[in-house]
């Protein structure tokens, strides 16, 4: 089913767009660091006909406005928030791809879950970056992917003139050798409609995060999907599904699209275990 584009104002004077199709159950679709609602393409053709899908693209993002000001997780759970209201919505299913998670982390911390009939983290760690205290053990459950030095070298160089290409660089990371070259292209285009030094911004405020003390208080229906070789790795996703009680975890192999981008990579079976789950 072909999706519907629309825009509301937010409470801080930002117009933000997100895509729409189908109906029944609410399922929100957040995208990752500097991705957009674009990538959904393929649940909205998947999943509109049994449930009421939606995708946005945060302020910056995708098709939204190129605001100066509010990139930062917490402002992001507040756009979700508005959204929800803007809608008149309730009892959603939240999934957030990577990133997108923290933005529903955030979102539980400060609002609660009872809008919310469930939620899907996929390939998020709980923590990008710790301090130096914490052990070996605790940096692999978290999923501290980014020492300090690394996080602040490559959001300097996202303010630099090498700024696309570093961002080729993080993508083609992420991807694997089953992506065409003309999705490649266009997963790029889709990540270089965000300003690149808003996008270091986004990508420090992100990093710093750390939500291990929330995660063990989700207490609602939850689905973690991970992949076994994301750069998320997934001891990281192990953790998680161990935290949460009653919660469903879906490993998706190498060589079934088990990347950081699974929706993408295999997008039929990572809309089964979807459908299955809501």
């Keep these: 089913m072909k999706s519907s584009r629309h825009t509301f104002q937010t409470s801080d004077g930002v117009q933000l767009s997100w895509l729409e199709a189908g109906s029944g159950q609410t399922l929100l679709?957040?995208?990752?660091?500097?991705?957009?609602?674009?990538?959904?393409?393929?649940?909205?053709?998947?999943l509109s006909d049994q449930f009421h899908c939606l995708a946005l693209d945060y302020r910056?993002?995708?098709?939204?406005?190129?605001?100066?000001?509010?990139?930062?997780i917490s402002r992001f759970a507040q756009d979700v928030q508005e959204l929800l209201e803007h809608l008149q919505l309730g009892q959603v299913t939240l999934l957030g791809h990577s990133m997108g998670a923290s933005v529903i982390w955030a979102f539980l911390d400060v609002f609660g879950s009872d809008q919310l009939s469930g939620i899907v983290i996929d390939d998020q760690s709980a923590a990008m970056t710790l301090l130096e205290d914490e052990s070996q053990s605790e940096i692999e459950n978290a999923g501290a992917i980014f020492p300090w030095d690394q996080l602040n070298q490559i959001c300097a160089s996202l303010k630099s003139p090498d700024a696309d290409q570093v961002t080729r660089s993080l993508m083609d990371n992420m991807?694997?050798?089953?992506?065409?070259?003309?999705?490649?292209?266009w997963i790029m285009a889709?990540?270089?409609?965000?300003?690149?030094?808003?996008?270091a911004t986004l990508l420090?405020?992100?990093s710093t995060q750390d939500w291990r003390d929330l995660i063990m208080r989700i207490q609602i229906p939850t689905l973690i999907i991970g992949g076994e070789s994301s750069v998320v790795p997934e001891v990281s996703q192990r953790w998680i599904h161990s935290q949460i009680p009653n919660s469903l975890m879906e490993i998706f192999p190498t060589d079934a699209g088990g990347h950081h981008f699974a929706f993408l990579e295999n997008p039929d079976r990572f809309n089964i275990v979807l459908i299955e789950f809501i």
Aim: glycine share 10%; proline share 4%.
């Design 29 to 46: 679709m957040l995208p990752g660091w500097s991705q957009s609602a674009a990538l959904f393409r393929d649940q909205f053709e998947g």
């Design 175 to 185: 991807l694997s050798d089953q992506i065409s070259s003309a999705d490649r292209d």
């Design 60 to 72: 910056g993002h995708g098709e939204s406005e190129k605001t100066d000001h509010g990139y930062r």
């Design 204 to 206: 420090f405020n992100h």
């Design 190 to 199: 889709e990540n270089l409609k965000f300003p690149r030094h808003h996008a």
